[in-house]
């Protein structure tokens, strides 16, 4: 085995890591979006968040931890589309936000 073929090889299995682990930190925020929504009595629409913004920030101890910051989309009433936001730090969820919409009537 050459090494070209370790480099690949921990290449792919660094790409395959990295998924695992995107997928488990979109999940938290997911769950977290979802649990907001039901509390705000509005639609998650999509059952989906999407990542938009990533940096490197210090949390409360002083550790730097990599801060996500995800979208998705919710509705009042079906009829139209408002972003929220989910801002994890490390693994913590340090926020969830809704834009100003308006309020469905019974």
Known sequence: MTLGDLSWIFLLAFVAWYW???KAISEIA????????????????DQAVFLRGLWFK?????RMRV?????FEFSTTGESRYTGRV???G?????????PHRISQP
């Open 58 to 62: 210090r949390d409360g101890a002083g």
């Open 20 to 22: 695992w682990k995107a």
């Open 87 to 89: 801002i994890l730090l």
């Open 67 to 71: 801060w996500r910051r995800f979208l």
């Open 30 to 45: 997911l769950k977290a979006a979802q649990e907001h929504c039901r509390r705000m009595d509005v639609l998650l629409l």
């Open 91 to 99: 693994l913590q969820v340090e926020s969830v936000q809704l834009d």
